[in-house]
């Protein structure tokens, strides 16, 4: 049995959980709402305050979607009460972001600004002018608008500018050598 689809998921008090048919799943919670829709060999059950999640047979594509399945409903229910965030650092020279309502300006060393809008669900802070927070009860969502905010200016490998991860490490590299004899 999969370690991670065994596992049942602990329901926090003010989590209201709906199983719908098709296995259509509802979470909500004090931070929003999340559906999703689960294959359907998946039996998802809501017994008292744990959720958990059974495979009919060991077929392969039943054992990969039996983990997959508890860590998307396991998601689901920390986002609804904890959320989740990303942070965002911006270095290089005359590199600098900042807020205007709902959307985030970034001057990344081009001709002109890179101006993002943050879509529903996500807010972001810019508490100083070389960081970005983005948060959000979405997993999926704050992931991909980091990735998109990360992928305006990659960081490179030889002075490390551009837009990383805060616990990203980035591997440099040796930039020219001294002249030829």
Not at 63 to 69: E, I, P, S
Not at 80 to 91: A, I, P, Q
Not at 99 to 128: D, R
């Amino acid at each position: 049995m999969s370690r991670i689809g065994r596992a049942p998921i602990a329901v926090p008090a003010g989590v209201e959980i709906q199983i719908a048919d098709n296995n259509v799943v509802t979470v909500k919670g004090p931070k929003g709402t999340l559906t999703q829709q689960f294959h359907p060999n998946m039996a998802i059950a809501l017994e008292g305050a744990e959720l958990t999640v059974t495979r009919p047979n060991d077929l392969k594509e039943n054992r990969a979607l039996h983990g997959l399945t508890r860590s998307l409903l396991h998601n689901m229910v920390v986002g609804v009460t904890e959320g989740y965030k990303k942070t965002l650092e911006v270095n290089g020279v005359g590199y600098r972001v900042a807020l205007e309502g709902q959307k985030l300006v970034m001057n990344l060393g081009f001709s002109h600004q890179v101006i993002m809008e943050a879509p529903a669900g996500i807010t972001i802070e810019v508490p100083n002018p070389n960081q970005i927070i983005v948060s959000g009860f979405d997993k999926q969502l704050v992931g991909q608008f980091a990735a998109n905010i990360r992928e305006k200016r990659p960081p490179e490998p030889y002075k490390g500018k551009g837009i990383k991860y805060s616990d990203e490490v980035i591997r440099r590299k040796v930039g020219k050598t001294g002249a030829k004899k």
